[in-house]
């Protein structure tokens, strides 16, 4: 089928950030609602998202959700501060619309966002990692998203980089996940420690912009904590890329990646060690949407 235009649907904790977005990436039209807490109350909020989009050049709509997505049954298993889990969701949607419906895990959806229309277009191998309050990755292998037998993704947040280290975030039983060390949260509990209880991530970016020597070594024990993961990745995916976004990781970029890269070259073996690049992500906020709008496109190519 061909569809010139889809809509992609950021489905956030606070946010719901839909679009109508071209086979190229580009966000034509945006629009934007509170994400609300009950399960009832989502759907009216997604279809009225949806509907407010919804026009003739429309040929499918895509959603990226904060939780695994079992690809072959269109439900999710559970999702992240949203009333969602155990629905069939695609099936909702499709039924709700009558259009093909594509479903995907946010951080896939983002790095499928980055490697199409973004930092890293053009490349076949790439790990993408999204450095806010948790982490959110995806990987891209042989150009084409990897999303393991049921589809759910990869949930790079959750290896072990520290055995029988710090206790995970949320639902997660772990310990030493990566996650727990490398996020904005992980940076505000650190400079809270350091700073006193007022202070957060952000001032701790800030002291380091400053010259503050106890704020740089936070960032760049982060970073090495970072390193830790992005090694053992390159092990195993062979990434020619890996690119760095979210919030956390884009303002803190200068103190925290150098020290990454380094702890990451250490750990990774040749031809890796040399071959994957660092680079920062490009479209920001909007990766979500996009990557929900080419998941649509998806549909349509596999139809
Ligand atoms: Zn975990």
Redesign the pocket.
């Known amino acids: 089928m061909s569809g010139t235009h889809a809509i992609g649907v950021d489905l956030g904790g606070t946010k719901i950030l839909a679009g109508v977005v071209t086979r190229d990436g580009e966000v034509v039209r945006r629009h934007e609602r509170a994400t609300p807490h009950t399960q009832e109350a989502l759907f009216v909020e997604l279809d009225a998202a949806v509907e407010e989009l919804l026009t003739d050049e429309v040929a499918a709509i895509g959603f990226g959700i904060p939780g695994p997505v079992n690809q072959l049954t269109g439900q999710i298993f559970e999702a992240v501060n949203t009333p969602i889990a155990d629905t069939d969701f695609r099936g909702r949607m499709r039924g709700r619309f009558g259009l093909p419906v594509g479903l995907d895990n946010d951080a896939n959806a983002a790095a499928i966002a980055e490697w199409k229309a973004g930092a890293a277009r053009g490349y076949d191998d790439v790990v993408m990692l999204t450095l806010g309050t948790g982490l959110g990755g995806g990987v891209i292998i042989g150009g084409k998203p990897f999303r393991g037998s049921t589809g759910a993704g990869v949930e790079l947040?959750?290896v072990v980089i520290v055995h029988d280290g710090r206790p995970?975030?949320g639902q997660?039983t772990?310990r030493g996940?990566l996650?727990?060390y490398v996020t904005g949260v992980a940076a505000t509990a650190a400079a809270q420690e350091a700073f006193g209880p007022a202070a957060d991530a952000h001032r701790l970016v800030r002291l380091a912009n400053e010259g503050d020597a106890t704020a740089r070594e936070i960032l760049a024990d982060i970073g090495r904590h970072l390193g830790s993961g992005m090694g053992s990745f390159a092990n195993i995916f062979e990434p020619q890329l890996v690119v760095i976004g979210g919030g956390f990781g884009m303002a803190a970029w200068e103190w925290v990646i150098p020290s990454a890269e380094e702890i990451m070259r250490r750990e990774a073996l040749r031809p890796m060690r040399d071959e994957a690049k660092v680079v920062r992500a490009e479209l920001g906020t909007a990766a979500g949407l996009i990557g929900a709008g080419f998941v649509a496109f998806e549909t349509l190519d596999a139809a």
């Open positions: 947040g959750h995970c975030q997660c772990g996940h996650e727990a």
